[in-house]
């Protein structure tokens, strides 16, 4: 029995990168696809946001001298490599996926169109959204929030390397304490790093809850789904 219909998944580029530090791995990317599949197998409606920063992000650019909307629109394009290699990872195990971009990419992904992504999440297809929100000065968080909350999603799934939202960061701080659930307002008034401001507004908003969980422990995903107590959940 699974408590979400419908998830949107959000995963940093970073998060491809698996032990290399640069790039993507093929392994990590695999277990992702067998991560997604062993969901959808239990009949939830997956739709995946990915970003991009394995590859390049806007803000590189901004530091180096760059036009920040330049930059900005660069970022787009790496979300849009690591969109695809997640597609042929998918249909590797056997997902059907439907590749949808903010930005005309006629070639190799449909044109976001919020009533083809909805009725593709109905007919059981996988649905990967790329290029953010095709906004500079907006991060691959907003398009996750801005997708789940135009998809229906029951909850944004979002994916990291640590189990949860925690006092301060535990890789840093060894005395820090972990969350298992906190409320939207709680979470802003401690400055915690959930996602960027306007992401983060665009769900409290909608009464879209968020779950934070370590997306690298094999079967995580599956147990988020199911309800158990996993990682942090943010609700209003």
């Known amino acids: 029995m699974t408590k979400y219909k419908r998830v949107l998944l959000k995963l940093s580029g970073e998060a491809l990168m698996g032990k290399k530090p640069f790039g993507i791995d093929n392994d990590r990317l695999a277990q992702y696809a067998s991560e997604v599949k062993s969901i959808h197998n239990e009949g939830v409606e997956v739709a995946v946001v990915i970003g991009g920063g394995n590859i390049f992000r806007g803000v590189q650019a901004e530091e180096g001298g760059m036009d920040r909307v330049h930059g900005d629109y660069m970022g787009m394009l790496a979300t849009m490599i690591n969109a695809m290699a997640l597609q042929a990872a998918f249909e590797k195990v056997g997902l059907n996926s439907r590749l949808q971009s903010a930005i005309e990419m006629k070639q190799v992904a449909e ?108 079967g995580n995903l599956r147990r988020v789904i199911r309800g158990e107590k996993i990682g942090t959940q943010v609700q209003v």
């Open 111 to 218: 044109t976001f169109i919020r009533r083809r992504a909805l009725r593709h999440l109905e007919k059981g297809r996988v649905v990967i959204f790329g290029a953010g929100t095709g906004n500079p000065y907006l991060t691959t968080d907003t398009a996750a929030s801005l997708r789940a909350i135009e998809v229906e999603a029951d909850v944004i799934l979002k994916g990291t390397r640590v189990d949860g939202i925690y006092t301060a960061d535990p890789e840093k701080d060894k005395n820090a304490v972990k969350y298992d659930t906190i409320s939207f307002t709680e979470a802003y008034e401690k400055g915690l790093n959930v996602m960027d401001l306007t992401a983060f507004t665009l769900c409290k908003e909608n009464n879209l809850p968020i779950v934070v969980f370590d997306m690298n422990a094999p």
